[in-house]
């Protein structure tokens, strides 16, 4: 699979007096915050890359803080609508192919896209963290059906350590999508084979004991209040 950044629709697409679309502006920023974060990114440099100017920014978006926030918007609404669509393709298949396709949907969209993977996931700006909780809301939701149709398959009961387990699938695929979004000399396709086999092992080796113990301390707590 090649890389590619996320289509750019800037000023080289544009003749001098056409005036940029918010997209286009807002495909500027996203390169410069991808490259230089929130705070090294100025309103100067997103101007220049859209091939406009500051006062058009401002019109447009606000401060850069707004436009930070209105970038961050249309990526994460993308990134989801691209799971949520690699997730409804998986229902009736083995867990296997159900794993696979949901790592991929990470992995690909990792490499399809790079600047808005990076700006969403290697930013700590506080003005992104609702969006950014939601969406992983959104993907666990999808883990945490996998798991439980997984356990029951193997006649155990989910308990509260599926949720836990979900939390920990997300976390470990999504730093590991970064770390490829990042190293242009690793394929996407086969680092979300590797995670996909990664994960299956995990799940077939889970030992019944450890998944008792979080949530028998569970039931306890439970009981006792």
Known sequence: MSR???PDRSSARRGPAARPTDDELLDA????FAERGFDKATMDLIAARAGSTKP???????DKAALF????????AALRNWVIAAYETTAPRPIEEQVRLSVMAMFSYAGAHPDSFRMLFDSAVDEMSNERRALADTVTTY???Q??????????IPGPSTDLLAAMMVGLVGRAAMHVSHSPG????????????FVMAALRGLDPALLD????ARRARQCAN
């Open 213 to 216: 113990h979080v949530d028998d």
């Open 186 to 197: 690793i394929d996407p396709i086969a680092a979300g084979d590797l995670a996909t086999g």
């Open 56 to 62: 058009t920014l401002y019109a447009h978006f606000g």
């Open 29 to 32: 920023a996203r390169a410069v």
């Open 4 to 6: 590619q950044s996320s």
């Open 143 to 145: 883990v945490v059906t």
């Open 69 to 76: 926030r209105a970038t961050v918007t249309r990526e994460v």
């Open 147 to 156: 798991i439980r149709e997984h356990l029951l398959a193997r006649g155990r």
